[in-house]
């Protein structure tokens, strides 16, 4: 889907984007182009970008790239396919019911579900707030275990 989609290997590409996208949602779908779950998240936000172009942009980071790896760490990414989300350079966080706000991890069952977050996140961006409570309902988050080791 990379080539459906604007892919980012550089941190000076993203640094840009982040910096740029004004007056819209920015969604960072950070992963594999060979992972099947990321494909199929790629396939979701592909067939919604045109749904949602008049407030949000999307688009699609390699974390096999080398430059990358500092977002990696800062938004702690373990898992891919994770989406996270910024408006005016603010990062955009989700309460989900999960521990972890930051961004999302996993899929979306389907194309709504992604627009329904993204209209949520530019609604509730529009009002100045910097987290915003999940419009989905719990049946449709993906329930991850968080696992510390050497604790």
């Given amino acids: 889907m990379e080539y459906l989609l604007p892919t980012i290997r550089k941190k000076s ?3 840009s984007l982040i ?18 779950v990321c494909l199929h ?19 699609l980071v390699d974390v096999e ?10 938004f702690d990414i373990t898992f891919v396919p994770s989406t996270v989300f910024f408006f005016n350079a603010h990062h955009m966080k989700m309460d989900s019911g999960s521990a972890d706000h930051t961004k999302w991890v996993g899929t979306y069952q389907s194309k709504q579900d992604f627009i329904d977050i993204v209209e949520a996140i530019y609604r509730g961006a529009m009002k100045g707030k910097l987290i915003v409570n999940s419009p989905l309902p719990a049946e449709k988050i993906p329930k991850f275990q968080l696992l510390y080791k050497d604790v």
Avoid at 19 to 36: A, C, I, N, P, Q
Avoid at 65 to 74: C, D, G, H
Wanted: proline share 0%; no cysteine.
């Fill in 13 to 15: 590409e993203v640094d």
């Fill in 41 to 59: 998240l790629d396939d979701i936000l592909y067939k919604s970008a045109r749904d949602v172009s008049r407030f949000a942009t999307v688009a």
């Fill in 19 to 36: 910096r740029d996208t004004l007056d819209k949602v920015l969604v960072l779908r950070f992963g594999l182009s060979t992972d099947v």
């Fill in 65 to 74: 790239s080398e430059e990358i790896q500092v977002y990696l760490k800062y």
